[in-house]
């Protein structure tokens, strides 16, 4: 979700937790793969070939269309 462009509020409400909640669990994966900025992140996970999601939206954020 991070990789698609989603900010910690809209991975919440799409995961159902609070904002802190998503917020504590990117910071712990920033200290796991040793990055500190979201953008790093992203660059981190693309070069190991992580994808995003098939949660149902698409990297802009809309609802896919069915």
Do not use: F, P
């Not at 949660?55 to 269309?65: L, Y």
Request: aromatic residues 4%.
């Amino acid at each position: 979700m991070i990789c698609e462009g989603l900010a910690d509020a809209e991975i919440a409400k799409e995961l159902a937790v609070s904002r802190n909640t998503v917020r504590n669990q990117v910071a712990a994966i920033y200290g796991k793969v040793n990055v500190h900025r979201r953008s790093a992140l992203i660059v981190w996970a693309r070069e190991r070939g992580v994808r995003g999601s098939s949660h149902g939206r698409s990297r802009a954020g809309e609802r896919k269309a069915k």
